[in-house]
Structure formats: structure tokens, C-alpha cells
């Protein structure tokens, strides 16, 4: 006798939406917050220019991150503009890899020095 690999009983039932979907994902009241789940990279503005944040995460390590028109600036609970941004700030950057690799930068927020 020979057995399916498909058997009914080792399948799982569909999952349907409700309460428990949203379980675990924090505050959804925060209007600020990332719709989805994004890699945090904390360090200090290197340079910032209209496309291109670079930040020193340590005394060897930067990363580059590309500015793009979703990106978000964002310092304690304001929307600021990315001009307000200058090289010496710590940052908080909330970072997705786009298609090509490079990391594009969904939200920066402005750390405040007790933060750290």
C-alpha cells in the first residue's frame, strides 16, 4: 500500500484574519511607525546630501543608505525635513534592501544624546 504525500490530516488549516493576526506588532496607534517590520542601523551622520545618508556606525564600520522620496525624517514625535539632518547627529535609520542591494532608507529618526 503506498501513501500520499498529501495526505488530509498533515495539512494545516488556512489562517484568517482578526484580532490575533495584528498580536505582537507594538503600538498601531503610532502614525510614525513603519507599516512593516525594517532593519535599525544606529550611528552618527557622516554626510547627508538629497539621495545619500552615510553613517558611521563605529570608528571602522559606515553604511550608505539611499534618500528616497518615501523616505521619512523624523525627530522625537515631528515630521522634520531632511535639511534639519546635519553630519555629527546620532541617527536611528529604519532600512530595507532594495532590489538592487543597496539598503533604502524608510524612516530616519533623530536621536536625542539620552536616547543612547
Same mark, same amino acid.
Given at each position: 500500500?503506498?501513501?500520499?504525500?498529501?495526505?488530509?490530516?498533515?495539512?494545516?488549516?488556512?489562517?484568517?484574519?482578526?484580532?490575533?493576526?495584528?498580536?505582537?506588532?507594538?503600538?498601531?496607534?503610532?502614525?510614525?511607525?513603519?507599516?512593516?517590520?525594517?532593519?535599525?542601523?544606529?550611528?552618527?551622520?557622516? #554626510?547627508?546630501?538629497? /539621495?545619500?545618508?552615510? %553613517? $558611521?556606525? *563605529?570608528? @571602522?564600520?559606515?553604511?550608505?543608505?539611499?534618500?528616497?522620496?518615501?523616505?521619512?525624517?523624523?525627530?522625537?514625535?515631528?515630521?522634520?525635513?531632511? #535639511?534639519?539632518?546635519? /553630519?555629527?547627529?546620532? %541617527? $536611528?535609520? *529604519?532600512? @530595507?534592501?532594495?532590489?538592487?542591494?543597496?539598503?533604502?532608507?524608510?524612516?530616519?529618526?533623530?536621536?536625542?544624546?539620552?536616547?543612547?
Amino acid at each position: 500500500m503506498a501513501l500520499s504525500p498529501f495526505s488530509w490530516g498533515q495539512q494545516r488549516p488556512p489562517v484568517r484574519g482578526g484580532a490575533s493576526a495584528t498580536a505582537g506588532r507594538g503600538a498601531l496607534n503610532d502614525p510614525n511607525a513603519p507599516k512593516r517590520v525594517y532593519a535599525t542601523s544606529h550611528g552618527v551622520v557622516k #554626510s547627508i546630501s538629497k /539621495s545619500v545618508l552615510m %553613517v $558611521a556606525m *563605529d570608528d @571602522e564600520h559606515e553604511m550608505k543608505f539611499r534618500i528616497t522620496r518615501k523616505t521619512k525624517f523624523i525627530s522625537g514625535d515631528k515630521n522634520i525635513k531632511a #535639511s534639519s539632518i546635519e /553630519s555629527g547627529q546620532s %541617527v $536611528a535609520v *529604519d532600512a @530595507e534592501t532594495a532590489l538592487d542591494g543597496a539598503f533604502e532608507a524608510v524612516r530616519i529618526v533623530l536621536e536625542s544624546p539620552a536616547t543612547k
